[in-house]
């Protein structure tokens, strides 16, 4: 009978077993006195008892017997209501423990031997096992088993393309397809659902997961695609998508052990699309999917079924080899057929390594980098067919972390040979799963999902989409080719799934303003995405740059004057190599003293000089190599004139970016910039810093001088976006506007940094701040910073940051939050590090204009968040906006972090005709990690307290044309303040006025009308 159930357990299991040399079973009746021992059994000692025989029913008492098995067995034990705990069998393999069989059932074996047994499955190799039978035993059974192996694999998956359009109909359609790996026929039928093989909706914009083609359900309850049975379904993922709210598609599934369709995902998508993945772990099974909205489609873009699916087991055997600092070559590994090389006895590993080696699959190999190749490549070969060449140079040293991998991704056997570089410091191989395409994604300049193709790994990269699928490249710019999002261009091949993106970037123009900086360091410099300069010579790969070899060349298009900065290296051969011009003159010298030698060059010390070209011409710098030269980077400024300098002031002419930026990488202490009315355009430049202290940078108008910086929208970030970086303390800005041009909205709320300041003693005069989120961020706590007849643009969180700040008769201008209009800005994310040594941020008499219909005064970021608003004006000019609907009580009351304000403060907010506006009182409850109620709302003390009068530290007086808080300096109004009533500031005519008690006073208190 056991033999019965064995059978059909292993016939059950046949889809997952692996044909091998087979164990012989066999069957031992223990409930009789003289048990029959098989061929090759034999019973032996139990460890703590002698056997015994007990009778017919519970058999033998610790009986004990070994034999040899040649693979994994399974062994069944009858079992006895009467074992002791503790008192059960085990098995040993060789000399050890390898599993318990806990024997003790709740039934003797006779009353029910299909089910009242125990069983233990050794999965190991050939070995002498000893099984214990414990206390009582009346049957044993050794049976050969395959160890089902079994990995889970995609079995099917479609984004719809490969199907057949079909109309949306009630009668039933099919499509038949058979799996992958499990090779089942699988059927698909649906109804009432429209198959589109290549459609589209510009509302499905969740890039990562929408792909063209879908599966639309029509607009009844009744929409299903359901499949055939499945051996095995472990998951299912699939994406679908909507054109509104409160619809998809649902999932249903049946399978062993489900009596009817049990509903597994029933959960809504987001209108973009939805990726959704959903646990199955069910044999036999069907798939139904169903409209979750009867009133609405559903789309379905893609889908993929993953089930459990046999393997072949795997022989080959891992090694790992390290080649550093030996003298003579290590053992061959197993499964090596021959290995070859010269040991170097250093960390370069092996001279001329060779490898000869059989694999049953696939094998991932790692081998050890070394930059002194000099771009001799490691070469797999399989037979005479090269497969791979393998860049073992640019990953740098292998002692240093250095490494290149490469897989053989095939399940055929193969014998290998590998060929490295000129130096092989390791090699490891190791056995791996068969991949059995990967996937290439296309995106566009704009980060907008073009599409995706499925290449086998080691495919070499053929672009799918040319540069005519891609949208409009503006003037002046080129398509660069395929780059992943670190910036590397697209491998010459495919080995992983792999993102790549359409690289767009401007022509480099040698004009006035323009400004470049090669950094050749990078593993990513490629020469040949630049228009000014070229090299002959290769990246070095170590952190060097670029090597140039005895005869080799850089070139440098630059303006007809231009100020160019080189950065050389310590190892560069002691020399002076000449740069001259197109004309062949001498332009300057380069002078290098190799790193060892007496006077040796500062590694990166710069090389820089001015360049006039005699007869006002564009021109090209030539940098022939005599001896072999390493070079870090080059920067240009081309500029209008030779920097002028009269004793600390500059005067750079309108629109020279490059003459700015060049001006504020030498600023010293004291010294003036002055600028004349023109678009200073840094480009993607970002952080331009002004480190001096006691500068001033001064514009010619505000509306009219505008330094402006564009950074690429996936750069976005508050601390990596500033058009203006300061860290000196005491510096002004006047008269001029900061535009960080980052596309907003593109970048889906990016954050873009007018001014970063971390500095102390900044002031701002009639300064304009043009962008979106975080346009100022005062980022040095226990900073002072003073904002005088200012104008800052912005959406969310665009004055943010520590220090205390001061902004009067500021215009606070909030953009639209999308580019469609709708949504709430916030002005303010306060983070005072403490009440005592930051005062936050106080509004003085300034303007809230909105072109959002929501506005928050502020919200909490971190620390003790302290913000106060006093005698403020709300224009409604550019749209009506409010301070209050169901998501802010004039403040946003959950904070950042889980933060709550220390101090949020109004006082007498008014319209423009002067009427005050704020509520008598308005008590905000916030909430973060804890909560607190507040009143936000303060009387003339409290106020007058916050005023400039008595907010910094020091006596530091930077206010040029203040008018002292109104209250405060009227003549004998406060001595006739009334209970209850504060006196107002009114705004008539563009004069101020004191209103007390039905009184009206000038600012010198002055009785005007009663």
Request: proline share 4%; hydrophobic share 35%.
């Amino acid at each position: 009978m056991k033999k019965t159930i064995l059978f059909c357990l292993l016939m059950t299991l046949s889809a997952f077993m692996i044909a091998g040399e087979a164990v012989q079973g066999f069957t031992i009746d223990l409930t009789q006195a003289t048990p029959a021992l098989p061929d090759g059994v034999t019973q032996v000692s139990y460890p703590q008892n002698a056997a015994s025989y007990h009778g017919n029913q519970h058999g033998w008492c610790w009986f004990a017997f070994k034999f040899n098995a040649t693979g994994p067995v399974r062994i069944t034990l009858g079992g006895c209501q009467y074992i002791n705990a503790g008192s059960e069998g085990y098995v040993e393999a060789a000399g050890t423990k390898v599993g318990d069989i806990p024997n003790k059932t709740a039934a003797c074996y006779d009353a029910d031997p299909a089910n009242n047994v125990a069983t233990f499955d050794y999965k190991g190799e050939a070995a002498e096992l000893i099984v214990y039978c414990g206390q009582y035993c009346p049957f044993v059974q050794v049976e050969p088993v395959v160890v089902p192996t079994v990995k889970e694999e995609k079995i099917y998956f479609t984004n719809f393309q490969d199907w057949d359009d079909v109309a949306s109909s009630t009668t039933a359609s099919t499509k038949t397809v058979t799996t992958k790996k499990s090779n089942e026929e699988l059927t698909f039928t649906f109804a009432e659902t429209q198959i589109s093989s290549t459609g589209t909706n510009a509302k499905f914009t969740n890039t990562e997961v929408i792909t063209a083609g879908y599966a639309m359900a029509a607009k009844t309850a009744t929409p299903y695609i359901e499949t055939s049975a499945l051996a095995s379904i472990t998951k299912v993922t699939y994406v679908h998508a909507a054109t509104g709210g409160s619809r998809g598609w649902g999932l249903e599934v049946k399978g062993d052990g489900d009596a009817d369709w049990v509903k597994v995902q029933e959960n809504f998508c987001a209108q973009a699309g939805t990726l959704v993945s959903v646990d199955i772990n069910r044999t036999n099974c069907q798939l139904r999917w169903y409209n979750l909205n009867a009133s609405n489609n559903a789309y379905m873009t893609e889908l993929a079924i993953y089930g459990n699916v046999a393997v072949k087991p795997r022989t080959f055997k891992n090694f790992e080899l390290n080649f550093m600092n030996i003298s003579e070559l290590p053992a061959v590994p197993e499964g090596v057929t021959s290995m070859s090389g010269a040991p170097r006895n250093d960390s370069h590993g092996l001279d001329n390594f060779q490898m000869l080696l059989d694999v049953d699959g696939p094998v991932k190999f790692t081998l050890g980098g070394c930059e002194y190749n000099n771009g001799v490549k490691a070469i797999v070969k399989n037979g005479e067919t090269v497969l791979a060449e393998l860049d073992v140079t640019t990953p740098k040293c292998y002692h240093n972390g250095g490494k290149t991998e490469w897989t053989y991704n095939a399940e055929e056997p193969a014998t290998l040979t590998i060929k490295g570089a000129q130096y092989t410091p390791y090699i490891k191989a190791e056995a791996c799963e068969y991949v059995e395409n990967v996937v290439v994604t296309y995106f566009d300049q704009n980060s907008t999902k073009l599409g995706e193709e499925s290449v086998l790994p080691g495919t070499a990269f053929v672009p799918m989409f040319t540069e005519e699928a891609l949208p409009a490249i503006p003037e002046g710019s080129a398509f660069r080719g395929w780059y992943t999002a670190d910036n590397y261009k697209a491998p010459a091949t495919i080995t992983t799934d792999i993102k790549l993106y359409a690289k767009v970037t401007p022509v480099e123009t040698a004009v006035v303003g323009s400004h470049y900086k090669y950094d050749l360091t990078k593993a990513y410099f490629y020469a040949e995405d630049h228009e000014l300069i070229t090299a002959t010579g290769k990246q070095h790969g170590s952190g060097h740059g670029y090597v140039f070899n005895n005869g080799e060349e850089m070139t440098l298009v630059v303006s007809p004057k231009a100020y160019v900065s080189v950065g050389l290296c310590t190892y560069t051969n002691t020399s002076d190599q000449i740069i001259r011009n197109a004309a062949g003159d001498s332009v300057s010298v380069m002078h290098v003293v190799k790193k060892g030698e007496e006077g040796a060059t500062a590694d990166g010390a710069l090389c820089s000089f001015y360049y006039a070209n005699p007869e006002g011409k564009q021109d090209t710098l030539h940098f022939n190599f005599a001896t072999t030269s390493y070079i870090h980077s080059v920067e240009v400024y081309n500029v209008a004139n030779q920097l002028n300098k009269t004793g600390h002031v500059y005067d750079i002419p309108a629109g020279d970016a490059a003459a700015l930026m060049l001006v504020c990488s030498q600023l010293q202490d004291g010294d003036t910039v002055l600028l004349h009315d023109g678009v200073y355009d840094l480009g993607e430049v970002v952080l331009t810093t002004v480190s001096a202290n006691n500068i001033v940078i001064k514009g010619e108008s505000m509306e009219g001088t505008i330094i402006r910086n564009a950074p690429d929208a996936k750069n976005e970030g508050i601390s990596t976006t500033a058009t203006i970086l300061n860290t000196g303390n005491g510096n002004i800005f006047e008269n001029l506007t900061l535009q960080n041009a980052l596309d907003y909205y593109k970048a889906d709320n990016g954050r873009a940094v007018c001014l970063q300041d971390k500095g102390t003693r900044t002031a701002c005069y009639r300064v304009r701040m043009l962008s979106y989120q975080d346009t100022y961020y005062s980022n040095k706590p226990g900073q002072q910073c003073w904002f005088e007849d200012c104008e800052i643009h912005g959406t969310v969180d665009f004055i943010c940051g520590s220090g205390s700040v001061y902004f009067y008769n500021t215009l606070l201008y909030c953009e639209k939050r999308a580019k469609a209009g709708g949504g709430q800005d916030c002005i303010t994310a306060n983070n005072s590090q403490t009440a005592q040594q930051d005062k936050g941020y106080v509004f003085d008499r300034c303007t809230i204009v909105s072109e959002c219909p929501v506005v928050s005064l502020s919200r909490s970021w971190n620390d003790q968040p302290q913000v106060a608003y006093l005698l403020t004006t709300l224009d409604m000019s550019k749209g009506e906006f409010g301070l209050n609907d169901s998501k802010i009580q004039r403040w946003t009351i959950e904070g950042m972090n889980n933060c709550l304000p220390y101090d949020f403060a109004e006082y007498s907010t008014m319209d423009t005709d002067g009427n005050v506006i704020s509520p008598e009182s308005n008590k905000v409850q916030f909430f973060g990690k804890a909560e607190n109620e507040m009143e936000t709302i303060i009387g003339y003390e409290a106020a007058e307290a916050k005023s400039y009068i008595h907010f910094f530290r020091d006596g530091w007086k930077p206010a040029r044309n203040y008018v002292p808080f109104p209250e405060s300096l009227v003549n004998g109004v406060s001595n006739r303040i009334v209970a209850g009533q504060q006196p107002v500031k009114v705004l008539r005519n563009g004069n101020i006025y004191i209103l007390h008690a039905g009184v009206v006073y000038d600012i010198l208190g002055n009785v005007v009308a009663e």
